[in-house]
């Protein structure tokens, strides 16, 4: 029998039945919503709502139905429609009327916002966890490459030196980033919605700072239909994962381009790579591939989401119930993601000869020359005029600027000597930008330490939510 058949004549067609049920996907919420009924049901005891010994009974028969879905022994139902009345149908199953004394002072609609505000909170920091493990391999595998000399690019074009540690540690900026936005997420969740009721709280003294204690929370949601309507968590958490794919992404297409053969910066270890059906020599950057694609299918979720709320006036509507399923999939797509991507990373084996080779071409020390004229005290407009012809110069004979004679520089610009030969190698040029955040070994080791710190310092942060 429906909660709501007083109110009807007619039973619900078969049609609407399988279109309004929810047990399919919102039986992952069984044990936020035992354990909100249950701190639900002590503060019914406590406020002398209900009898002292019929909450017992009510918390006693709940502890047994979490162990027993958890044991797969439990029947969760169509017929009961989601799992808040599978778990009062189960309740009442077992210890009769006094099962149907839980829902006094409480609806469906704050029922489900607190199921799926505990469940957000539970995951939030699971995903900051694995990317903190990236973080702790992005540290790792920029200690040993902080001497690495590599072209930087801009339009992909070679732009300037620069090291991988230095490129790594660009990543490691966008992750941590992520790490803290999902700790702002978090922050922001920390309110209950438990005992706002269907939008307007209850007749009945109920304690909403008690149930807000006993879950964990901070304090209650202030506006009763804000409690039950608000979806921002849920849409901030969507925004993160979504941002945090696009980081996954375009370091993914990064070690694309690395393990290409136009590149050959980098090689995927076996582990982690594929080959071809039919072409022997291909070694296949799936992994890399499908963290890329996958950040659609997040980025589709929080559009879902963002769609289903744009139009909904106060307080609860049905449309809400389609809120769960995207959250779910970006949830399982980022916690997919993550460690295989960590691991890809962690086995990537880089090809250091490949990268000084390919930043030995491409004048990429040019502005490192136009520099060298300005601290002999040229205004540097002139000097870049200067280095643009040098390269014209180069281009014409198939040198580099280091392949040029002094008698070529000179021949330019009498402010050259044989010093500007120092000047132009490679890792001068990197080593000479200790600007705070540069590629010198100096700043990235810096860099490299303030990761640490903060793997460190929030490696933690939020663990010991309930």
């Known amino acids: 029998m429906k909660l709501w058949a007083g109110r009807f004549q007619k039973e619900t067609d078969g049609l609407v039945n399988d279109f309004n049920s929810s047990i399919s996907f919102d039986a992952r919420l069984y044990k936020q919503d035992i354990e909100g009924s249950i701190a639900h049901a002590t503060m019914l005891g406590k406020q002398g709502i209900i009898e002292e010994h019929e909450a017992s009974r009510i918390i006693d028969g709940l502890k047994t139905i979490l162990r027993d879905i958890e044991a797969g022994t439990a029947e969760l139902t169509e017929d009961s429609e989601d799992i808040h009345m599978n778990v009062e149908r189960l309740l009442t199953e077992r210890i009769g009327?006094?099962?149907?004394?839980?829902?006094?002072?409480?609806?469906?609609?704050?029922?489900?916002?607190?199921?799926?505000?505990?469940?957000?909170r539970a995951e939030i920091p699971e995903i900051k966890g694995q990317i903190l493990a990236l973080e702790t391999v992005l540290a790792?595998?920029?200690?040993?490459?902080?001497?690495t000399v590599m072209p930087g690019y801009t339009h992909m074009q070679r732009a300037q030196p620069t090291t991988f540690a230095h490129v790594l540690m660009a990543y490691a900026n966008m992750f941590r980033r992520d790490v803290t936005r999902l700790e702002d997420c978090l922050a922001r969740l920390d309110e209950c919605p438990l005992g706002a009721g269907a939008l307007a709280t209850s007749t009945y003294p109920v304690d909403r700072f008690e149930t807000a204690h006993l879950l964990g929370f901070s304090k209650p949601m202030d506006n009763s239909m804000d409690a039950v309507s608000d979806r921002d968590f849920a849409l901030e958490l969507l925004s993160d994962l979504s941002i945090l794919m696009t980081h996954l992404s375009r370091f993914a297409e990064e070690i694309i381009l690395w393990c290409s053969w136009e590149f050959k910066f980098a090689e995927l270890d076996d582990a982690y790579s594929t080959g071809s059906s039919i072409m022997p020599q291909k070694k296949n950057p799936?992994?890399?591939?499908?963290?890329?694609?996958?950040?659609?299918?997040?980025y589709g979720s929080l559009i879902t989401l963002l769609t289903v709320m744009k139009g909904l006036p106060l307080a609860y509507n049905k449309d809400m119930q389609e809120d769960k399923e995207p959250v779910f999939d970006a949830i399982d797509t980022v916690k997919l993601c993550l460690p295989v991507f960590a691991a890809m990373v962690d086995t990537l084996t880089i090809l250091p000869r490949n990268m000084e080779r390919a930043a030995q071409v491409g004048f990429i020390n040019a502005t490192d020359c136009a520099d060298y004229l300005v601290k002999k005290g040229l205004p540097f407009r002139d000097a870049y005029m200067i280095?643009?012809?040098?390269?014209?110069?180069c281009t014409k004979s198939g040198d580099t600027l280091d392949t040029l004679t002094l008698r070529d520089f000179r021949a330019i610009s009498k402010l050259f000597d044989s010093d500007v030969y120092q000047a132009l190698q490679l890792k001068t040029c990197v080593n000479q930008r200790k600007v705070y955040g540069g590629p010198s070994r100096e700043s990235v080791e810096q860099q490299i330490a303030n990761l640490e710190a903060f793997i460190a310092a929030h490696k933690d942060v939020g663990s010991d939510e309930a």
């Open 97 to 120: 009327d006094t099962g149907k004394r839980l829902h006094t002072a409480r609806s469906r609609n704050d029922q489900v916002a607190l199921d799926f505000r505990m469940f957000v």
């Open 140 to 147: 790792g595998k920029a200690k040993a490459h902080v001497d």
């Open 387 to 393: 280095v643009g012809r040098l390269v014209n110069l």
């Open 286 to 298: 799936d992994v890399a591939e499908l963290v890329r694609g996958k950040a659609g299918r997040v």
